[in-house]
């Protein structure tokens, strides 16, 4: 099940969809010091995936608020694979540019050392709502139904449906470390690395759930041998799937 996240004037819409996006019940609209609260309610009774125009619009306040959730589907970054994925395009997909991921600004940070900086989960965190987190729930809905058709009918839909869990999980996992912080006392640090990653491993091993997500990247570009951690290996790996990719640096 899906539940699609969207402003509406004064009012903030949850409304569930089935597996192929189509709205299903009545729309729940809630004010804005009541949507916690409901996430939190229906996090915990049963599992959901928030679909989000971009997940930056929504998450960081409801971390701020103490509130996590375990599955997104983030349109905008979901959007960007499918628009490199021949298959979605032989299906007719183009992508909606209202939900494109914002880019980095860098107009006051020094370039180069943001460059060396980058990782595969770099993401903008703005404090401003962008166009996305007003686009109605019809629009999110029509979106998210093109891009699970496009899925749907591609030539090897698993494949596809692992990419966008994974690019989405990515989006949360970068929104819950920038809230988190990297604290000062190294015995916090490695607490909270031994919560989020599993145990501490020998030198050279990846942790007990980086590991379990690796292998699930490596499946789904059916490619169990990939080395996850050379940007060459992977790229071609990227290029082998049906996604064509140019680059493992994320720009929103």
Known sequence: MYTVVAREADAVLLQDADDAGAPTGVPQRLSDAEVV????????????????????DWYPRWLREGVTVARAHDLGLCGRILGFSQDAAAAGYNPDTRFAPRTVETSNVDTERAE?????????????????????SDD??????????????????????????????????????????????????DA???????????????????QQLAGVLQESLAAPTVNLDSTQELLRALRRAPVRQDGVRQQG
Do not use: N
């Not at 609260?37 to 995936?49: I, K, S």
């Not at 891009?147 to 970068?174: D, N």
């Not at 990653?197 to 007990?208: C, D, F, I, N, S």
């Open 37 to 56: 609260a409901a996430v939190a309610h229906r996090e915990a009774a049963g599992p959901t995936r928030w679909v989000f125009a971009r997940t930056t």
């Open 116 to 136: 060396q900086q980058a990782t595969l989960f770099d993401a903008a965190h703005g404090t401003s709502p962008a166009a996305g987190a007003e686009s109605s």
């Open 192 to 210: 909270y690395l031994s919560r989020v990653l599993g145990p501490r491993v020998p030198h050279g091993q990846r942790p007990q759930k980086l």
């Open 140 to 189: 999110l809905l029509a979106e998210l139904t093109a891009q699970l058709k496009a899925v749907a009918t591609s030539e090897h839909p698993w494949r596809l449906r692992l990419l966008l869990a994974a690019e989405s999980a990515g989006a949360l996992a970068g929104a819950e470390m920038h809230h988190a912080g990297l604290p000062f006392r190294a015995d916090l640090h």
